[in-house]
Every structure is written in structure tokens, then in C-alpha cells.
């Protein structure tokens, strides 16, 4: 089993520009997970999908950070303009739907950092 | 505001010693609670989860619940200098499965050789 995708694993761009961040869940998995994390605030979730359909966006930041599931393969998260506090590491998590004991896969992660 | 408090440390142990994690939360509906260890410059990985008031044992590692006081520990016994790593403690709601896990800001454990 490959694990949890993500790409790219390191991203440097300037304040202004568009970033998109990639995460292939884990095959059979129905749940995915979109965290955040910076020394400042630990590990946040940002929003979550359940079989393609986000579920609670609540800890998207604001409306600059967009997040897609277009198939169950395949999940985006956008920042566009992107800010220097969003400079963080990005990780994706996905888990198969079940009980409430659900283990949670992270991916490597994604560290952003914006100039 | 649901939260989760650790100790962000560094808690330096001995090895060969039992490390004591400690992490409360606010929220008496969370249902399952959650250890994970990230090493510097990884991503989280699972240790153990407990839903259950009591003991959780899986070798070296002991899990504590006690949701009256909202209370979760981790024991590690016998450290190794391996177990260096900040441990964050997660829990999950009543919601069900699909629900994603508020994380405490993690305590960053040292095992002295």
C-alpha cells in the first residue's frame, strides 16, 4: 500500500501567486482530511470530505483557501492570493468510513512556504 | 471552543524510564481519543487509541482515560532513546467516524541515553 500522496512535498512562491496542494488518499478509503499545522497553532483541520462531499469546512481560514474532491482519488486544496502567514506544512489524512475509532493516515505533508 | 491542552515540554526522561504524557479537553462529548508521535520533519503516525475509561495497554505503551475528569495520559515504559519524538494527543466527537480529530499542540519528549 502506497500511503497517503502528496505533491508536491516542498513549495516556495511569492505573497500574490496561487498555490494548489495535492493528496491522493489511500485506495478504499472514504474520508479525507485537510490539516494545517505551524509552531503557533499545532495541528489544525482546515475541512474534511466523506465520499467526495465536504462535510465541515469550518477551519478553512478564509476565502482564499478552497478546497475540491472531485473523484475519490484526487483532492486539491487552493490558496489564491497566497499570504506569507500562510506559510505552514499542509498534510493531507484520509480514513476508511466506519466507527468513531477510525484510524487516521497522514501523508508526508506539504511545507509552504510564502515570500 | 473545543480544545485539547498538553504540556509542550521538553520533558526530559531518563532511559530506561516510564515517560508520563499527560492532555486534558474541554469537550465532555468527545467520544475517542487518539496518540499520535511525529518525529522532526515527519508527518503524525498512531500509537494507540481509547474510547473506554481505564487502561489501554499495546507493549511498551499504556493509554489512560478517565472522561469524568476529562483526563487522557500516555505511559511509555522502559524509554528508548528512539522514542524521542513530540507526541500529540487528538480526540474525535460523537459525529462518527468521518469526523476529523482536534490535536493539542503535542509535548516534545527527550530520552536521555
Known amino acids: 500500500d502506497a500511503g497517503v500522496i502528496q505533491s508536491p512535498r516542498h513549495e516556495v512562491t511569492e505573497m500574490g501567486q496561487e498555490v494548489t496542494l495535492r493528496c491522493k488518499p489511500i485506495?478504499?478509503?472514504?474520508?479525507l482530511f485537510w490539516y494545517r499545522q505551524t509552531m503557533m497553532r499545532g495541528l489544525e483541520l482546515l475541512i474534511y470530505f466523506n465520499n467526495n462531499v465536504p462535510i465541515d469546512d469550518s477551519g478553512m481560514p478564509e476565502d482564499r483557501f478552497s478546497a475540491k474532491m472531485p473523484n475519490a482519488s484526487f483532492s486539491t486544496l487552493k490558496i489564491q492570493p497566497s499570504e506569507p502567514r500562510d506559510s505552514a506544512v499542509y498534510f493531507c489524512?484520509?480514513?476508511?468510513?466506519?466507527?468513531?475509532?477510525?484510524?487516521?493516515?497522514f501523508g508526508p505533508g506539504t511545507r509552504l512556504t510564502v515570500l | 471552543q473545543k480544545e485539547v491542552e498538553q504540556n509542550s515540554g521538553p520533558l526530559s526522561v531518563p532511559e530506561g524510564a516510564i515517560a508520563s504524557l499527560n492532555c486534558t479537553y474541554s469537550d465532555r462529548g468527545s467520544q475517542s481519543f487518539f496518540w499520535y508521535r511525529q518525529y522532526s520533519g515527519k508527518s503524525p503516525e498512531l500509537i494507540m487509541f481509547i474510547y473506554s475509561n481505564g487502561d489501554k495497554e499495546d507493549g511498551r505503551f499504556t493509554a489512560q482515560l478517565n472522561k469524568a475528569s476529562q483526563y487522557v495520559s500516555l505511559l511509555i515504559r522502559d524509554s528508548q532513546p528512539s522514542d524521542s519524538a513530540t507526541y500529540l494527543c487528538?480526540?474525535?466527537?460523537?459525529?462518527?467516524?468521518?469526523?476529523?480529530?482536534?490535536f493539542g499542540k503535542g509535548t516534545h519528549l527527550i530520552i536521555q541515553p
Open positions: 489524512a484520509s480514513s476508511s468510513e466506519g466507527t468513531h475509532l477510525d484510524t487516521q493516515y
Open positions: 487528538a480526540w474525535r466527537g460523537s459525529g462518527g467516524g468521518a469526523d476529523g480529530l482536534t
Open positions: 485506495s478504499g478509503h472514504n474520508s
